[in-house]
Each structure stands twice: as C-alpha cells, then as structure tokens.
C-alpha cells in the first residue's frame, strides 16, 4: 500500500507535478470562493481563454509563454472591466465577445505554427507532467502572492462582494475592489495554465467553491473547505492519472467533480437527500 | 446651536430630470427629521446625496459643517430594501461587524469596543439570539433589524432610515418608535423618510414636505397644512370641507372620484 502510494513520486517529473497540482488546487479554490459568490465563472472561463493568443504570440516571439499569458490576461480583465463599468454593455455580453475573439486569435495564430495539434492540446488542456523546476518557482510565486492578496484584502473584497453599498458609504472604492479580483484571477489562471489548461481552469475555479458553499456557513470556513477539496482532488487526481494513465487535468477536475456530487445529495441541511429526508419527516 | 447636518441648495439630476431641486434644509445636533412627500418626490434621492452614493450636480451635504468623506462614520444608512444576495456566506454577527469596518479599515482587528458595539446592537434591536444564524435562515421582519442593528453598529452622528415603517406590522412599527426615543436620549440625529403622515406629525419634532423641492419644513403643525400639502401632493390630495385626502395607493386615481378605497396612509386633519 505504501509503495503503492509512493511509487509514483520516485520519478523526478512527478514530484514537481505533485507540488504543481497542490498550489493550483490551493489558490484556484480559494480565490474560487469569490468567483461562485459573485456569479463570476461564465467570466473567469473567458479570461482562461483568452491567454490564449498571448501564449501564441509569446511563442511566435521567443518570449516566456507564462509571460504572455500574464499579459494577455490581464489586458482582457481590465477590458471587461472597462466595457462594463460604464454600462454602456451588458457584463455576459462583453465577456461573450472577448471571449470568442480572444479563442479565434489563438487558434488563427497557434494554427500558423508547426506543431498545432500537440501544442492546443497542452495549453487547452494542461501538460502538468512537463512542469519545469524554473515552473514551479513561478507558479510557487505568483500563487503566494495571490493568497497574500485575498488574506489582507479579506474585508474589502467581502465588503464589496456582499454590500457594495455600504462600502461606497464607508468611503470604500468596490469598483477598484472589483478590478483588483479581476487581475487576482488572470494570475490564478496563468498559475494553472500548465497543471489544468485554458479549458479546465474554470472548473477548478468554480467546483471546489461550489461544494464548500454546501457544506459550510462563513466565508473563512467556506475558503478553508474549498481549499481542501481542491488539493485533495489535485492528489487524488494526479493518482488516477498515474495508474489509470489518462490526462491529468481532466482526472483533477472529475475528482473535484465527484466531490461536488456527493456534496450536492449528501450535504448535512442543504443535500438534496437531506431535505428530501425534512420532507418525509415533516409530511 | 451648531447644525448637525447642512444640505446646501441640494440639486440632483437623473439622466437630465429633476429628481431634487435646490433643497436647502439645517438639521440641529440630535433632532429627529421625518421626511414626508408622495411617491418619486426624492426621498431616497437626498438620502443617496446624503451618504455620497450620488454626486449632486449643484449645493453641497455638510456634517459638522465638513464633508460626509472626511470623517469616520459620521452618516449611517439603511435603505429600503437591501439588495443583497441572501444566500452569501455570513451570519448575523458578521454582518453587523460589518458596521464597524469603517473604524476598522483594511486589517485592524476587532478589538473589545467594536465587539461590545456589536452586541449592544444586536441587544437594542433584539436579535442578540440570532447572532449566529446565517441571513438566508431570517424572515424579513429579522433581516431589516439586522441591517438597522447595523447602523446602529457604526455608532453614527447621523442615521438615515428610508422608508422603515413600510411593510412592517402595528408591533414592529411601535418597537422601532421605541429605537427612536431611545437614541433620542443618546443624542444622535435621525431623518427617516415615510408614507406615514400620522406618525410623522405626532412622533417626530420636525417635519419635511417634499416633492423635489423642500415645500414646508419646521415642526409638523406648521408644515402639514391644507396649502402645503395641496402643494407637495397636486391631484393626488382630496379636499373634503375641513379634511385632507392624500392618496398614497395609486397614484392618478384621487380624481376619478375613488379616492376613499384608495387612501391608505395619510389623512390629515387641516388646521
């Protein structure tokens, strides 16, 4: 049993996707919380694909891809913050159209390269066996300063998620709380972008704060739970892959997906089986 | 006596309407202000001005005689109705906190006064027992008291309440009377914007009549007069030989002759 359990992480790769997988898990679901609370995963799936033509343009320059992502991110996250914030275009309908433009532009010039199939399927869909050590110092960095971020900007991003309001009256700038999680998250996913793609992130993003939002009753409890989810189906994630030899990403994802499902029939209160239960009782 | 609260030939613009027209008005320290005017007249418009939610075009807002944005909490607000989501994440008590992040800023943690702030909140409105419970699991009647427990939370110098007595029933309406004279005693002043004609003439020591401009303030004997009200109500105030008919209901229906099944709120006897 024990070898079984550390047989895989003998290989040099799969030590550095392990530690991969757990901060991806960890600042994904953390931050995560916030884009279920504000109904913001039609967004950050947008922004995931939109780094899209960065990492084509970072390629065809000879430049660091992640650096290109990162740019490309945060250029469309301060779009859609501009088009919406003066009304003049409905918040989906702006992330609608970045969103297929940005997709279209990657593909047009990630097609005008060489290699298009292998090179869409790893950025689509994460190659986390391929995380370099040069990798995951820049993942390590970028996700610590992400949870830094959240921890000390903890009462201004709850105020502004709940009580835009009273923030304003309290003097508070929520607009600029809103821009400042709009880059938090373009980071989260250039984080990801190697363990889970463009095309998985939003899941990692949404589901493990989805099933905490089941089980717990306080934002700091829900961030706690959701953290657990995510580095749990991070590990056990990694395992499937391993011995199942399938996609990473994708086993990453369906784990946390499981989760979300037992959750959802079993949660103490809030489980479908659950009330159904009050229900009989009650009848 | 210094005025506690100055607005300042007050205009403020909806996409180019009028929604107040150069409203002037002086509060003094600890007066209790009921707001009174017919629907769309700029109630919670002058509210908004109040705590800086909308920029008037012309005139100013003075607390103390200094901007609202200079000072820690000087002017809490409650709206009519909160729009929150009521599924989030936070519990009574957090909530109520959230009264005193203004004292609080970015990262300083509660200390001993803003978690005895909290609870003497909770106390005056009577919810101390709910202070765990999430705000999804409230009827409405508990979460509007959880809202004003807030106010009362950021220990301001000044509390706006719009609208409190709609919706409520005759025990709540009394138990918030009963708020009323207790910060009557604790010196803070209260402008609270009503249907209610009644309760603003025989509950509060001033009155303001308003339908974007300020037609009438003072103390309710003067203000709610025959002229005024005519004034600030047009075709929606019946006069009956001594009595005055507003209707609050419908508006647009005092002149088809129905006006006794529609008015709810407000008769008022003419002096």
């Not at chain 2, 106010?151 to 110098?157: G, K």
């Not at chain 2, 609270?192 to 009155?207: G, I, K, P, Q, W």
Request: aromatic residues 6%; negative net charge; charged residues 15%.
């Amino acid at each position: 049993m024990i070898d079984w359990l550390t047989e895989p992480f003998a290989l040099g790769f799969m030590q550095r996707a392990l530690v991969a997988a757990v901060v991806v898990g960890l600042v994904c679901s953390v931050l995560g919380c916030y884009v279920v609370l504000r109904s913001m995963a039609f967004l950050g799936d947008a922004l995931a694909h939109a780094v899209l033509p960065g990492i084509a343009l970072a390629y065809l320059a000879g430049v660091d891809l992640l650096a290109g992502a990162l740019v490309a991110a945060l250029l469309v996250a301060l779009g859609i913050g501009f088009l919406t914030r003066h009304g003049a275009v409905r918040e989906d309908t702006a992330i609608g159209i970045l969103f297929a433009a940005a997709l279209s532009l990657g593909v047009l010039l990630i097609s005008s390269t060489g290699s298009y199939a292998t090179d869409l399927t790893h950025i689509l869909f994460g190659d986390v066996l391929g995380v370099s050590a040069t990798d995951l110092w820049l993942t390590g960095g970028l996700a610590a300063a992400v949870l830094l971020a959240v921890a000390l900007l903890y009462r201004e991003l709850l105020l502004a998620s709940f009580d835009p309001l009273l923030a304003h009256t309290l003097g508070r700038r929520p607009g600029l709380v809103l821009l400042v999680l709009l880059v938090l998250l373009a980071l989260t996913i250039v984080v990801s972008l190697q363990t889970v793609g463009v095309g998985l992130v939003a899941a990692l993003l949404v589901t493990p704060g989805a099933t905490a939002s089941l089980l717990t009753r306080r934002l700091p409890t829900m961030m706690a739970v959701a953290a657990v989810v995510g580095v749990v189906s991070s590990v056990v994630g990694l395992y499937l892959s391993y011995y199942l030899d399938v996609a990473s990403g994708a086993a990453i994802v369906l784990t946390a997906t499981a989760c979300f499902v037992v959750a959802f029939f079993l949660a103490p209160h809030r489980g479908l089986l659950w009330r159904r239960l009050g229900e009989a009782r009650a009848g | 006596m210094t005025d506690m609260l100055a607005l300042e030939d007050l205009t403020v613009r909806y996409n180019g309407h009028p929604a107040l027209e150069s409203v002037t008005l002086h509060v003094p320290h600890g007066a209790q202000v009921a707001i009174v005017g017919p629907n769309g007249a700029g109630k919670s418009t002058l509210f908004k001005a109040m705590v800086g939610l909308l920029r008037p075009q012309h005139g100013r807002v003075l607390v103390h005689g200094r901007p609202p944005g200079d000072q820690t909490d000087p002017v809490a607000y409650v709206p009519q109705r909160e729009e929150i989501d009521w599924r989030f994440p936070v519990t009574v008590a957090d909530v109520v906190m959230m009264g005193r992040y203004g004292r609080l800023g970015a990262l300083r943690r509660p200390q001993a006064a803003d978690r005895e702030a909290v609870a003497r909140a909770l106390d005056e409105l009577s919810i101390a027992d709910l202070a765990r419970r999430s705000i999804g699991e409230l009827s409405g009647g508990q979460q509007h008291r959880v809202f004003l427990a807030r106010a009362l939370a950021q220990e301001p110098h000044v509390l706006l309440l719009d609208e409190p007595f709609t919706g409520v029933d005759a025990s709540a309406k009394e138990a918030l009377l009963g708020l009323l004279e207790v910060l009557r005693g604790e010196d803070i002043t209260v402008l609270v914007s009503t249907h209610d004609m009644n309760t603003a003439a025989t509950r509060f020591e001033l009155a303001a009549l308003l339908n974007s401009r300020l037609i009438a303030y003072g103390p309710p004997a003067e203000v709610f007069t025959a002229a005024h009200i005519g004034e600030a109500y047009g075709g929606q105030a019946l006069f009956v030989g001594d009595m005055v008919v507003v209707d609050q209901c419908c508006p647009g229906h005092v002149g088809d002759g129905v006006a006794h099944r529609h008015s709810h709120a407000g008769e008022e006897q003419a002096p």
